[in-house]
């Protein structure tokens, strides 16, 4: 497994190529065993495709910014918006909790 470096980060494409595929894979097959597949599939094809990963290294916490106008940019299928919105939300959750799996490591505590 590759160290995690937040400066290298930065230049994530360059670094960790590889780890973020696996954490956006993982994600996906997590999300399809329990979501319908065909919106699994349109989310991850059509909204997903240009998201990005970022990681915040004054508080430890991955975020994963969405495009411009996800919910419009699903074409594939027809959904309900707030289905939509709700499971959309719920992958970029799933992404972020995969991302902290694949660098192993730990989330930061909620509690304040």
Not at 18 to 39: G, H, I, P, W
Not at 50 to 66: H, K
Request: no cysteine; proline share 5%; glycine share 2%.
């Amino acid at each position: 497994m590759t160290e995690f470096d937040p400066e290298r980060f930065e230049d994530k494409y360059a670094h960790y190529f590889t780890e973020l595929q696996r954490a956006y894979k993982n994600a996906f097959e997590v999300m399809n065993d329990s979501y319908d597949s065909e919106l699994i599939h349109g989310i991850d094809q059509q909204i997903l495709n240009e998201s990005e990963p970022f990681y915040d290294a004054e508080t430890g916490t991955f975020r994963v910014e969405l495009p411009a106008n996800p919910t419009e940019r699903l074409t594939a299928i027809v959904v309900d918006e707030a289905k939509l919105q709700t499971t959309l939300d719920r992958y970029v959750e799933e992404i972020e909790r995969q991302l902290y799996d694949v660098f192993d490591l730990e989330p930061p505590s909620d509690e304040s």
